[in-house]
């Protein structure tokens, strides 16, 4: 039997009359990097807010390691071990780029957030968090200030700082978009490093970022799962070919370009 760290039963999220999450069976395993993947509007960032809470469920179940935490909130969820990032990078602009990996670590303290606090309180911290940057590759912009950093880099800022944070399962929610090549590259090496000892969900629309990390894929269309395996087998399923044919249909670009076949 497969290690599951995190599964589905039917979970569905309905809108006013519009489902945008039709009874999703997921099973992620422990240890892999799985993908969630679609047509624009196919439920993929709906489907991230159930399992960390910032949705309720209209029916169905979460569970994590085992646990059913469908009505759990969301602080607990993380304090538990889900934590996420954001299609749209989430850091401090006006903090120095070690000063956000040091807010992601105050956690460890066990008390509340010290933002009032001096930040000589704090450099108990600051060997960790320059490991975790050294980790993402910016310990040397450490004393940086983060609005100054290009978009990959603050990607990769986040990232350190929900590693911060000690997630047993981390969810990426389009962790490279908007990115030019060379910045996607040194995201994807740095999601297959973290990723060692780790469980990764992601959403994300570059196939070929997909087809070079994950170990299996997810594929929602209006809500539903369509089609799962490798990146082969759904690639080779023409159901997931019409649905991505179609998005292009609509504007989605080349999005569908990737999965005629598998990149070398």
């Not at 910045?183 to 959403?203: C, K, N, S, W």
Request: glycine fraction near 10%.
């Amino acid at each position: 039997m497969a290690d599951i760290i995190l599964e589905t039963r039917k979970l569905t999220r309905d809108f006013k009359g519009f489902t945008a999450v039709d009874r999703v069976d997921l099973r992620v395993q422990r240890g892999h990097i799985h993908a969630l993947i679609g047509p624009n509007g196919a439920g993929k960032t709906t489907c991230f807010n159930l399992l960390t809470r910032f949705l309720s469920p209209s029916s169905g179940q979460i569970l994590f390691n085992g646990t059913d935490i469908t009505r759990v909130p969301p602080a607990r969820v993380a304090r538990l071990g889900i934590i996420r990032s954001f299609q749209i990078s989430a850091v401090f602009p006006h903090l120095t780029v070690l000063q956000n990996v040091r807010i992601g670590l105050q956690r460890r303290l066990g008390t509340s957030y010290h933002f009032w606090r001096s930040g000589r309180s704090l450099r108990r911290l600051d060997e960790r968090a320059m490991a975790l940057l050294e980790a993402v590759g910016l310990a040397g912009l450490a004393q940086s200030l983060t609005a100054d950093l290009p978009y990959g880099r603050k990607r990769a800022l986040e990232i350190a700082t929900t590693l911060g944070m000690e997630p047993e399962l981390m969810l990426l929610d389009e962790p490279t978009q908007g990115m030019g090549h060379e910045d996607v590259h040194r995201v994807m090496e740095l999601i297959r490093t973290v990723a060692q000892g780790r469980t990764v969900l992601m959403v994300e629309h570059n196939m070929k970022v997909v087809a070079g990390l994950c170990d299996r894929i997810s594929v929602l269309q209006r809500g539903a799962v369509l089609a799962e395996g490798s990146y082969a087998e759904v690639a080779a399923d023409r159901r997931v070919m019409e649905a991505y044919m179609g998005s292009a249909a609509e504007g989605a670009g080349d999005a569908a370009a990737p999965l005629q076949g598998t990149p070398q």
